[in-house]
């Protein structure tokens, strides 16, 4: 069954449109993620099916009824905010149970419920403190509690990672991964990280400028972008892009990288990478991930000799900045490899990595 | 089944905006009223039959308080007053909320509390010796005198409120200024008072209004015309020359012109001011 | 070298300081250690001169006998004399239990109008803003223009309301609101209600600022009605601000006579007699300044035994 569908929703604010028309349908269990640069509309989007903004066209469903002139509390969700949202002037137990209490749930089932999620988070020693006594992941966990102690049908997150610091939030990724793992709930969450988009999602929305760019499991937004925006915010460090050009001569298509600053130009041997339809001299856009790109060796397609610009060691990988037909592009080559700057030496990848998209529209030709 | 989150807001926004407007009509009809009536002459005043706007509109009791009563006088006698008091206060003020707000010394948390209670203490049981030592230095029935008795009230607050200003500023400019080569004096005045002076308008005005409006002090401690100010010497001719209302309505209306005019000119800054200390505490 | 010219130099010895040049001088004792004690020194040796002493002064004074109109009893300690005599002074208990009335009811209508005004001025619409700007204008006006336009107003013969509430059918003639008893101090707690309201709109509506937008929203989602919403999340959240308004209030309007003074002068009779006005009528009308002293005494005291059992009620509620 469908938990949440949305059709042909649009908002505006006065003259201004943040969102054009999104469409999408979420199955239950499925973990949603709506990714996006910030301004993107993901956010409004999220209010839009809390009902904290009134939509201005198109219908919003969650589970067998229409949502959209619905209260929040009557639409049968549950939130965590960003500023986590904690009543200050109660104690943990009493935001966890309010949202029940509001319900007309009896203080017994209350505590029960309240109890078990805190064990759950592990916050029951926390249970009695307020939200002023509580450390930045503390609170986090127990605006998460607020949400659980419900039995909603849709979780909504608006980015609830981003006031933690960077080793509180990779763990408390985990823990909602596995919680999701555990519980099968389903959610909906707003983020503009996109290592958290794709660790977490079973379905990944992008968005910008208000429209769904793409909509689509995890490695599929991945491997397949289906624009050039998507394969650019999806990706760290970001894909490498060169303008192209098709070449249908004698023999295999191949690929010309237009040279820039007066640098020779160079050409990529494609095999059967692109349908027949696309026609000689068709302006591409070639994107490479770093990732993609190997030191020369020999079982290597198509090689090349770089000179080396920029060297940055992480620990785990090297990322190389080098110059390919005029053109400034980074590999992630292993650890081992420690080239030094000047040097010239020879990469590789396969043609079939390659992702093309039409230079104007931007959408994905192979 | 509950209405939709926009409804209700919506519906709350018409109730705010009725509730809004009732304050606004119950806040400036009695100023309205006060207007209205200094522009009508003593025989609609008088007149059995109440008129609810002037229908001959005269100037003539602004003309007569000022041509023809002791208005003007009075006046000035306030404006010296309030100079003084805003002086004073500006000076020995800013040192010392400027001291509060920027250094860490021992006693500073009781100094301030201090401050703070002070102004528990009742007017009146200061005014008896206060009169009685302004006798002893000739300074009753003069402006200074009246200045620095006002400065007894003036000054904690004007150091509560400017300590507010001088705390929302980022913090290490004085450092900053010293390694540039300044001395903490030099820090203060080319770098700190630039950068505080709406802050420092405001509560300054703010002083002003207060000893501009001042009644009980300025009643005990001034007795001749010769330091007298406005609002003493309002109520004394109402009460002694039976002052005609439309007269009266005239002199209330110019004595407020300047402070509506000063409150205008630094009213976000004066409500910054007035609620930052009290919402942070 | 240039530089260096311009640093703070300690002076080899006194006679090195120019005290013509304040800017050199003050420059070096501003590098001084105790330079923040520097700073505040006038501040305290003004609040002594014009605050400490005096206030001394006049609790000294509240044990002797100092009347200005009979020279003939001098200026002596008489001990707590004019303490007993309050016990017996009808006016002293009259004017304490109108004080009290007074106090109340001002606060409470002040509370009510402040609170009101501020929940609905809290609300992003056009015009708001400009309407909570021109709302705070009767807390600028002197109490000498607030009281005289309301007693115009209220004027028997001459008054706007009367002549509304004649028109209305609330009153057949024009009724003079301040000669009698019964209604005088209700209607000085209107106009004080007028006069003090928008101090408290301006405090709660800056608090009501400060409250999270995200609490509201958690509250919709999670059930809580617009009542609901109010007690948990507004009034807890303007509770600071509540204990802090209140008693800056409640100090200002035990201690200052003004509005009365000028309205009613305490009478009908002694309808509208508080405290702060007795004194200054002891002090400034019979010229008995020690009796005057020692009725300040008292106010001050039972002011102070208030905000020590007020702050601390507050606290134990906070927790």
């Known amino acids: ?366 | 089944m509950a209405k939709s989150l926009q409804r209700t807001k919506r519906i709350h926004d018409w109730v705010a905006y009725g509730v809004a407007i009732f304050f606004l009509f119950f806040g400036l009809a009695p100023i309205v009223w006060l207007i209205i009536t200094s522009f009508k002459s003593e025989g609609e005043i008088v007149n059995t039959v109440l008129t609810y706007y002037p229908h001959n509109p005269i100037a003539t009791n602004y003309v007569d308080i000022w041509r023809q009563s002791a208005f003007p006088t009075l006046m000035m006698n306030s404006l010296q007053t309030t100079i003084m008091t805003v002086v004073i206060c500006v000076t020995v003020g800013t040192l010392a909320s400027y001291s509060f707000s920027q250094y860490r010394f021992p006693g500073k948390y009781a100094l301030l509390l201090f401050y703070l209670v002070v102004r528990m203490f009742p007017a009146v049981l200061m005014i008896i010796p206060l009169f009685l030592i302004m006798r002893f230095f000739g300074l009753l029935d003069t402006s200074l005198g009246l200045a620095l008795a006002y400065t007894s009230f003036l000054l904690p607050l004007f150091i509560w409120m400017m300590k507010g200003f001088f705390d929302a500023l980022p913090p290490d400019l004085e450092k900053a200024a010293r390694i540039d080569g300044c001395t903490r004096i030099g820090a203060l005045v080319r770098v700190i008072l630039p950068l505080v002076r709406n802050g420092l308008a405001a509560t300054a005005i703010f002083v002003a209004i207060a000893s501009w409006n001042e009644y009980l002090f300025a009643l005990m401690l001034t007795t001749s015309s010769g330091s007298r100010t406005w609002p003493v010497g309002l109520q004394l001719m109402i009460g002694e020359f039976q002052l005609p209302w439309g007269l009266l309505a005239a002199g209330g209306v110019i004595s407020i012109i300047p402070v509506v005019i000063l409150f205008a000119l630094v009213q976000q800054t004066m409500v910054r001011g007035l609620t930052s200390g009290a919402v942070k505490g | 070298m240039a530089v260096q010219a311009e640093m703070p130099r300690r002076p080899r010895s006194a006679a090195g300081l120019d005290l013509l040049r304040p800017g050199q001088w003050l420059g070096w004792v501003s590098e001084h250690r105790y330079w923040a004690y520097f700073l505040i020194i006038p501040s305290i040796l003004f609040i002594f001169a014009i605050i400490i002493y005096p206030t001394a002064n006049g609790i000294i004074l509240s044990f002797r006998e100092m009347r200005l109109t009979r020279p003939d009893l001098g200026t002596g300690f008489i001990g707590l004399r004019h303490y007993a005599d309050m016990l017996d002074d009808p006016v002293f208990w009259v004017a304490l239990i109108n004080t009290l009335k007074w106090v109340v009811m001002s606060v409470t209508l002040e509370f009510a109008l402040g609170l009101a005004a501020a929940l609905a001025l809290n609300r992003d619409l056009p015009g708001i803003r400009l309407i909570s700007v021109l709302i705070l204008l009767p807390w600028f006006l002197p109490n000498v223009v607030a009281g005289n336009i309301w007693a115009l107003m209220l004027d028997p013969r001459l008054g706007v309301l009367n002549d509304i509430f004649i028109k209305l059918g609330f009153l057949s003639e024009g009724k003079a609101w301040f000669a009698d008893p019964d209604t005088a101090l209700l209607i000085a707690v209107i106009v004080e209600g007028w006069h003090g309201y928008p101090f408290f709109a301006l405090l709660f509506l800056a608090a009501l600022k400060g409250i999270p937008k995200d609490l509201y929203k958690a509250a919709a989602v999670d059930g809580a009605g617009t009542l609901q919403a109010f007690w948990q999340i507004t009034l807890p959240g303007l509770k600071m601000i509540i204990v802090a308004v209140v008693i800056l209030r409640v100090i200002g309007l035990v201690n200052s006579p003004e509005l009365l003074l000028i309205l009613t002068g305490g009478g009908p009779g002694n309808a509208t007699q508080v405290l702060s006005l007795y004194a200054f009528h002891s002090a400034y009308l019979l010229f008995d300044f020690g009796y005057a002293g020692a009725l300040s005494v008292v106010m001050f005291v039972i002011l102070m035994v208030f905000c020590v059992i007020y702050l601390r009620v507050s606290r134990l509620t906070a927790d």
């Open chain 1, 1 to 366: 069954m469908e938990a949440l569908r949305i059709k042909a929703v649009r908002k505006k604010f006065g003259p201004l449109e943040v969102l054009k028309g999104i469409s999408l349908d979420l199955e239950e269990g499925d973990f949603l993620v709506l990714l996006g640069p910030s301004g993107c509309g993901k956010s409004t989007l999220l209010a839009l099916i809390a009902g904290l903004e009134d939509i201005t066209a198109g219908e919003i469903h969650i589970g067998d009824v229409i949502a959209n002139d619905l209260h929040p509390r009557d639409r049968n969700i549950a939130m965590v905010f960003q500023s986590y949202a904690l009543y200050p002037s109660m104690t943990v137990h009493a935001n966890m149970a309010f949202g029940l209490k509001m319900r007309g749930v009896s203080t017994a089932d209350q505590d029960e419920a309240v109890k078990r999620v805190a064990d759950m988070l592990d916050i029951g020693h926390l249970l009695e403190r307020k939200p002023g006594q509580l450390s930045g992941g503390q609170r986090q966990r127990v605006a998460m509690g607020r949400a659980l102690v419900r039995d909603p049908m849709l979780f909504l997150f608006d980015e609830p990672l981003s006031n933690l610091d960077a080793k509180l939030r990779v763990q408390m990724r985990s823990e909602i991964k596995k919680l999701h793992n555990r519980l099968q709930t389903t959610v909906v969450y707003v983020t503009h990280d996109q290592v958290e988009a794709m660790t977490l999602a079973t379905k990944i929305a992008v968005m910008q400028a208000g429209e769904i760019q793409q909509y689509a499991p995890p490695e599929e937004i991945y491997n397949r972008p289906a624009n050039a925006f998507v394969a650019g915010f999806v990706g760290s460090p970001q894909m490498n892009f060169l303008p192209g050009r098709l070449e249908r001569g004698n023999g295999d298509p191949r690929l010309r990288i237009e040279p820039a600053n007066g640098a020779t130009e160079c050409t990529i041997p494609i095999g059967s990478l692109v349908e027949s339809s696309l026609g000689n001299g068709e302006e591409v856009i070639v994107g490479i991930r770093p990732e993609s790109i190997r030191p020369a060796g020999s079982s290597s397609t198509f090689t090349f000799d770089a000179a080396i610009e920029l060297v940055e060691m992480t620990g785990a990988d090297t990322l190389a900045t080098f110059i390919l037909g005029g053109h400034e592009m980074m590999a992630r080559l292993p650890a081992e490899e420690k080239p030094a700057l000047g040097d010239r030496i020879g990469l590789s990848f396969d043609p079939a990595s390659v992702h093309l998209f039409d230079r104007h529209t931007t959408v994905r030709l192979n």
